[in-house]
């Protein structure tokens, strides 16, 4: 991998050891050998060390140089503690997201990881204190009288937790439900059929376009569509009885979230407008006879960006890898070496579901409260909680004031759910018991960023499809080339089985609207443990998740549409898993007009020829809709029929 220096930074061990003995007493620590950081005309820096540890270690260095007030604002925002940074404005959020307990998450990640990938960490968080130590801070600090809290390998992981939470957890069961209520309610007092309106008119589950990543994938299609057809209907009106406390207390923490900016920016509510793109063309089809890759993610348009260019080498350690990293992170997540190349987009997979429970005094219990299961008591867990805010304005650094709890906005503990994952109770009705809880995949202790590590010194296929394994938290779909020819597409993320669906039919609810938590609707408890699983709970094998290598067509797409074309009959629950149980990955996937349209373009260019390089980057630049091509017209010719009416 070839560049070009604008700059040339040496920092042997000798010369950091000065530099920070100059303003501490503690001198820079770890490096083992001489580090060059080379910062080409982009500014994009190029780390070259001679062991792992060296090369982490400065990545911590120079992430912290470059984006150290982002680094603490996420950690922050992940953790519940950004009031202690930026003031009472962020109180609420840091209520919400302490709530939700991506900090805990990260807590008990930490012990699960390999020695290599905690050294890393260790390595990691070195580097940004040590750039701390021997820098003033960014202006922010000033203007917010702070000073910056040493950095921890925990952080690292909330941040990447915080990042894969925003592209995976989503509360879309709470507005389908409350949506559904108020068409069946509409229907019983007007005479229309509500549930058939919502699911096959106005919330469809099929695409607008059939475009489907693996339409041919090795997946059985035995159908129960009279079934469950039969059965929607009743889960309308199962919806329709959900209790109004439930439903208000829904209604009530949705319009909670909106309002916080912070939590806005890290949970999916409603419609999202961001899609990513990727695809990939096998070597047979191209100019060069090697396989181009092409991905293009599309996060937060947030500043500074949420990814960050680096080149990590380190070639006795196995090191030789360029591309995205997260600030605050260790390691690639996105780019390629020296013999592969990967990608990534969003697979909306169910990962998350929200319960109504019935809350009831308990004097055993640690909470005085106990949530009823099949009729029987299970102690609710209290975490206590000390909500800080930092005093702006007054001179004093670090003035932090402990904000008392009350009854209504700030609790003394966050209650958890043991059966949900060790999921929060969110909403509850002290009168009645009624109660929310959520139950998501990434409460659990996870190791995805060992599938980081392990993809930046991978070497072929085998070596991708192992660190995959670890990718615990999130749910990806996978873009992979490599210098052998290969081309392949995969899924990812630990979905859960549902018992009703594994029974083969659906108890109340579905599980894209709110469930029952007083039985019938739980996550199987793990019996078939799957290589790398994380979360206590019996989960999709990845032989089952739609994958492909080498496809026959030459090439595959996927931007966020639906993998394996379950959804394009528009019934989500009417698939088969081999041995039985309902195949149920989500309740819908992207519209499917960006990748119908990349595959329109590849097909055409393919029977012209060979593609380049150029013909990739003008696919990624084209910005036809296919839904406008169907809309416009029909739009212009009643725009001209109310004129002439």
């Not at 750039?131 to 921890?152: G, I």
């Amino acid at each position: 991998m070839a560049f070009r220096p604008s700059c040339l930074l040496l920092l042997p061990l000798a010369l950091l050891a000065s530099a920070a003995s100059a303003q501490s007493p503690i001198p820079f620590l770890g490096l083992d050998a001489e580090v060059q950081v080379i910062r080409d005309k982009e500014g994009i820096p190029h780390i070259i060390a001679q062991n792992e540890h060296d090369l982490i270690l400065m990545q911590g260095w120079v992430h912290a140089r470059d984006r150290l007030f982002q680094m603490d604002f996420r950690r922050r925002q992940a953790s519940g503690t950004l009031a202690e940074l930026v003031g009472g404005a962020a109180l609420a959020s840091d209520v919400e997201l302490r709530v939700l307990g991506l900090r805990r998450a990260a807590e008990r990640s930490l012990p699960l990881l390999s020695t290599e990938t905690q050294a890393a960490l260790d390595a990691y968080t070195a580097g940004v204190n040590a750039y701390v130590t021997t820098h003033p801070l960014p202006p922010e600090y000033l203007a917010l009288e702070r000073t910056f809290d040493p950095w921890t390998a925990v952080d690292s992981l909330a941040v990447g937790k915080l990042i894969a939470f925003s592209l995976s957890f989503d509360l879309d069961d709470i507005e389908r439900t409350e949506t559904l209520v108020a068409y069946v309610t509409a229907g019983l007092a007007e005479g229309f059929d509500g549930t058939a309106l919502f699911l096959e008119d106005t919330n469809r589950s099929a695409p607008f376009d059939p475009a489907a990543t693996v339409p041919d994938a090795n997946l059985e299609t035995a159908t129960v569509a009279a079934t469950v057809a039969a059965e929607s209907r009743r889960n309308g009106r199962a919806a329709a009885a959900l209790r109004p406390e439930t439903l208000a207390m829904a209604r009530e923490y949705l319009e909670r979230l909106r309002a916080l900016p912070e939590v806005r920016g890290a949970v999916r509510l409603g419609d999202d407008p961001r899609g990513s793109n990727e695809w990939a063309v096998a070597g047979e089809n191209t100019v060069s006879g090697r396989p181009l890759i092409a991905n293009d993610p599309h996060l937060d348009l947030d500043t500074p960006s949420t990814f960050y260019q680096n080149h990590l080498k380190a070639d006795p350690a196995g090191f030789d890898v360029i591309g995205g990293s997260f600030a605050g992170v260790p390691y690639v997540i996105l780019g390629q070496n020296k013999t592969i190349a990967w990608g990534a987009t969003v697979n909306p997979m169910d990962v998350t579901d929200v319960f109504q429970e019935q809350v009831v005094p308990d004097p055993s219990s640690p909470s005085l409260l106990s949530t009823l299961y099949l009729g029987n008591p299970e102690p609710i867990i209290p975490i206590p909680q000390v909500f800080r805010v930092n005093v702006i304005g007054d001179g004093v650094p670090d003035n932090l004031i402990v904000v008392p709890p009350d009854d209504v906005n700030i609790p003394a503990a966050v209650l958890i759910v043991p059966r949900r994952n060790d999921g929060p109770i969110v909403a509850l009705d002290a009168a009645t018991g009624a109660a929310l809880s959520i139950q998501y995949t990434g409460f659990s202790g996870t190791r995805e960023i060992q599938a980081f590590r392990a993809w930046d010194l991978a070497g072929n296929l085998d070596d991708f499809v192992a660190g995959l394994q670890n990718f615990d938290f999130g749910s990806e779909n996978w873009a992979y080339v490599d210098t052998a020819g290969n081309i392949a597409y995969f899924t990812s993320a630990e979905l859960p089985i549902r018992e009703d669906l594994q029974a083969g039919f659906v108890a109340g609810r579905p599980p894209f609207f709110i469930r029952n938590g007083l039985g019938g609707n739980e996550w199987l408890p793990v019996s078939s443990p799957q290589p790398g699983q994380a979360v206590p709970f019996e989960i999709l094998p990845f032989a089952e998740m739609p994958q492909i290598v080498n496809p026959p067509a030459g090439f595959f797409v996927n931007a966020n549409n639906d993998p394996a074309g379950i959804s394009l009959d528009n019934n989500p629950l009417n698939q088969l898993r081999p041995g039985g149980g309902i195949f149920y990955l989500n309740p819908g996937h992207d519209m499917g007009n960006r990748a119908g349209r990349i595959k329109q373009l590849l097909e055409r260019k393919l029977a012209e020829g060979p593609v380049s390089p150029e013909d990739m980057q003008e696919i990624q630049a084209d910005v036809v809709l296919l839904d406008a091509q169907v809309f416009t017209p029909l739009i212009v010719r009643a725009f001209r029929n109310a004129r002439h009416g």
